[in-house]
């Protein structure tokens, strides 16, 4: 396992998005929306939740935290 604290640029997070389509959950767009919230009201702190990728290079974590950041 490999952990990087990373400033996600929302061109980042489209990337991540747009090369990993097929492996994603439906999105909840209620859910982006209160994260994007947070982010704006400057109350997004590092937790222990994060964007996780597997070894392949999917993504496999953070796709709602992802679509907030764009």
Known sequence: MQIEIVEVTPA??????ESNLDTQRRLR???????????????????????????????IDGQHRLSAVI
């Open 29 to 59: 767009p209620y859910i982006v929306a209160e994260y994007a919230r947070q982010i704006l009201a400057g109350n997004w702190v590092l937790t222990h939740q994060a964007i996780a990728f597997d070894r392949k290079q999917r993504l």
């Open 12 to 17: 980042m997070a489209k990337e991540w998005l």
